[in-house]
């Protein structure tokens, strides 16, 4: 062989064409494979994820609810025995006016009576205040505030 015939033959060697690969690809849904199993996975993990959200906060909504209720009523319970004590405490001084007045109690008898009604009525307006933000934190928990 001579140079230039093992030129041309080296010339028909690479002018001789090969396969291409093709450049389409299979959409990713074709067939059974396990590109498609690992894709419905990732979904049920996906759903299995927001479900478990959605209990989370199931679960905070109806603990803030229980939590709330039981401050209101904790509250009421404040209330009425604060409201017995002021009464209490008026009962007193209206004893400690009457006994001053007959001259059988003391300046110092009715000024104690009339501090003891007045701190009463000072924590009724407190468990009152209790109970009102007891009651808007209940309201906040069952979405209405």
Same mark, same amino acid.
Do not use: N
């Given at each position: 062989?001579?140079?230039?015939?093992? %030129?041309?033959? /080296?010339?028909? &060697?690479?002018?001789?064409?090969?396969?291409?690969?093709?450049?389409?690809?299979?959409? %990713? #849904?074709?067939? +059974? =494979?396990?590109?498609?199993?690992?894709?419905?996975?990732?979904? =049920?993990?996906?759903?299995?994820?927001?479900?478990?959200? &959605?209990?989370?906060?199931? #679960?905070q909504v109806r603990a803030d609810v229980d939590s709330a209720r039981l401050a209101v009523?904790?509250?009421?319970?404040?209330? *009425?025995?604060?409201?017995?004590?002021? *009464?209490?405490?008026?009962?007193?001084?209206?004893?400690?006016?009457? %006994?001053?007045?007959?001259?059988?109690? /003391?300046?110092?008898?009715?000024?104690?009576?009339?501090?003891? %009604?007045?701190?009463?009525?000072?924590? +009724?307006?407190?468990?009152?205040?209790?109970?009102?933000?007891?009651?808007?934190?209940?309201?906040?928990? +069952? =979405? &209405?505030?």
């Amino acid at each position: 062989m001579s140079p230039a015939s093992s %030129r041309g033959t /080296s010339a028909s &060697r690479s002018s001789v064409s090969t396969p291409t690969t093709s450049t389409r690809r299979a959409p %990713r #849904h074709a067939g +059974l =494979g396990r590109g498609g199993q690992e894709h419905d996975g990732k979904r =049920g993990i996906a759903r299995e994820a927001q479900r478990a959200q &959605r209990d989370l906060i199931l #679960h905070q909504v109806r603990a803030d609810v229980d939590s709330a209720r039981l401050a209101v009523r904790a509250a009421l319970a404040l209330l *009425e025995a604060d409201q017995e004590a002021v *009464e209490a405490a008026s009962e007193r001084q209206r004893l400690a006016e009457a %006994r001053y007045a007959s001259g059988a109690g /003391s300046a110092l008898e009715l000024s104690d009576a009339i501090l003891s %009604r007045t701190s009463a009525e000072a924590q +009724l307006v407190q468990a009152e205040y209790q109970l009102a933000s007891a009651r808007a934190q209940l309201l906040r928990a +069952l =979405g &209405r505030g």
